[in-house]
């Protein structure tokens, strides 16, 4: 194996029934113990080199444990075989048994060297440990196997090269890999690849090994022509747009595996699953369905590291299946833990000390994502998805599409990962927020008329959240009204059980005139009328 790539194996032939080989797929029930002491249940997909009753080998992968060499054994059979590299990689997943011939049968042997390798091995035998040769070689072919010649254009191998090689050159370097080259017409040639070379399957394969022995430092350096125009994608502009904003708010960028697994699609999205024909794992079968796994095991990767405050963001595409096709949407994850700078606190709170990241922390970074976007309604509500915490999460409604989810990853979902601390995750989705434009800067005059403001306490039921009130007064269209914000929040006994006072402000001001007083008093008889059809009793 270590001379030539080919692995062989060696069995006892006494302790082989019928004293022969059988190459067949297993039968249901069947077991092979193999090398490695452990014993395998095959399914009806393993192939199996067996004897005349059981199968004593796991082809390509493992020899059987009761056909071995051992001191007793006087008598042995060489066997060397070509097998399909499909074929073997399965069964190598299958049974979790990765072998130095499993290696090399999966990325394609010599399918020409069976006989020249059983010579080899009777060779090594009879030089190092005596015996008797017996009998001659018996070479079974299932099926022939033939490497098309492949047309080797002239013209093309220097438009690839972009340097011209002679024929001599081309016919020296080709000969001495093993290819065989003859003419065909004109400046097109005929090249005979190999049987050990089964990576060459076209032209291109041969241009890359043409290159490669004359020396990649021998060409010139020069630049591709090129006619045309670049073009931005459509989106562009959008997408750096909301990288940079990432980036200063503290985001680092990040890239994971666009697999996840079954559970994780079933989990974080109600979209069908496109599974992968050949999985790396169980754990990565699926094209993920939402970005929001990922971005938890990137999260998880980290903190197990020791890496406390983590800021990570990625862009990415999620994938469903959807009548027999693929589609793709694009979206953006962030995912925050930790806590938030000492800075950046007394930055807004002179002579505050840092404090643990929260979901209001998060809340204004989707906040400050979704502002330069132009539409004419945006709320939140508490309708997230069940693996946030409810009272912790979020969604953000962009004129009636749900543009994002965030919020604090529920403690069971957090329990299930072994995450050690709260940890914060929101996914935008960019095919819906990308169907707005970006608002288009614009100069305002500073107004020149004073504004008034007037301040509204009110009572309310808990179940009255601030959006509701906030629909309520905008819906006055009282035209002079700037802002309409909450002030201060209070509950304790004075206030009653199931209750809260909140403390409301709201701005008044006029473009063309200065506001007369009793004007502004109708207005604000207008938000207290509002205000208490809400069940709001006004506090003194």
Not at 55 to 60: D, I, S
Not at 269 to 291: G, K
Not at 368 to 382: E, G, N, R
């Amino acid at each position: 194996m270590w001379e030539s790539g080919k692995p062989t194996h060696v069995f006892d032939l006494d302790l082989l029934e019928g004293r022969r080989l059988v190459i067949r797929k297993a039968q249901a029930g069947e077991t092979l113990k193999t090398l490695d002491g452990v014993e395998r249940k095959l399914s009806t997909d393993d192939l199996v080199v067996a004897d005349a009753k059981k199968p004593v080998g796991l082809a390509g992968v493992m020899g059987g444990f009761d056909t071995m060499i051992t001191e007793k054994t006087r008598n042995i059979l060489i066997e060397s075989a070509w097998w399909d590299p499909v074929t073997v990689r399965r069964m190598s997943k299958r049974h979790g048994i990765h072998t130095d011939a499993s290696h090399r049968f999966e990325r394609g042997a010599d399918f020409e060297s069976t006989v020249l390798s059983t010579n080899r091995v009777a060779e090594l035998i009879l030089n190092s440990g005596g015996g008797t040769l017996v009998g001659d070689v018996i070479d079974v072919i299932a099926r022939q196997l033939d490497l098309a010649p492949v047309e080797l254009d002239l013209p093309e191998v220097y438009r690839i090269l972009g340097e011209e090689l002679s024929t001599l050159e081309i016919s020296r370097i080709l000969s001495r890999l093993g290819f065989a080259m003859t003419a065909g017409s004109e400046d097109i040639y005929l090249v005979q690849i190999p049987s050990w070379r089964l990576d060459i399957e076209r032209e291109i394969d041969i241009i890359e090994e043409l290159a490669r022995l004359h020396g990649y430092d021998k060409f010139p350096n020069t630049l591709p022509a090129y006619s045309g125009e670049v073009r931005e994608l459509r989106d562009a502009h959008k997408d750096e747009r909301l990288r940079s904003s990432l980036l200063a708010l503290g985001y680092n960028e990040t890239i994971s595996l666009s697999f996840i697994s079954k559970d994780d699609a079933r989990r974080f999205s109600t979209a069908a699953e496109l599974d992968l024909a050949n999985p790396l794992s169980d754990e990565a079968s699926v094209m993920r369905t939402s970005m929001v796994p990922g971005m938890l095991n990137m999260l998880a990767y980290n903190l197990n590291r020791g890496s406390d405050n983590v800021r990570l963001f990625e862009a990415g595409n999620v994938f469903e299946a959807s009548d027999g096709k693929s589609l793709e949407s694009k979206r953006i994850s962030i995912g925050a833990t930790g806590s938030v700078d000492a800075e950046v606190v007394r930055g807004l709170t002179p002579g505050a000390a840092a404090r643990p990241f929260s979901f209001f922390d998060l809340k204004g970074d989707v906040e400050t994502l979704l502002a330069p976007f132009s539409h004419w309604t945006l709320y939140y509500d508490a309708q997230a998805a069940d693996y946030y915490n409810p009272g912790r999460s979020a969604r953000a409604v962009l004129d009636g599409t749900t543009v994002a989810q965030f919020g604090q990853i529920h403690p069971d979902v957090a329990a299930a990962r072994k995450l050690r601390q709260d940890v914060f995750v929101a996914e935008i989705y960019l095919d819906r927020l990308y169907q707005h434009d970006l608002r288009q800067v614009r100069y305002e005059a500073l107004p020149r008329f004073p504004a008034v403001e007037r301040d509204f306490s009110f009572a309310f039921d808990d179940a009255v959240e601030f959006e509701k009130i906030h629909q309520s007064v905008s819906g006055l269209g009282i035209s002079e009204m700037r802002s309409f914000v909450p002030v201060e929040v209070f509950r304790g006994e004075k206030v009653g059980a199931g209750k809260y006072s909140i403390l409301m402000r709201a701005k008044l001001q006029s473009s063309e005139r200065t506001l007369r007083d009793d004007e502004v008093a109708q207005w604000a008889g207008q938000i207290t009328k509002a205000l208490e059809g809400l069940g709001g009793v006004q506090r003194a």
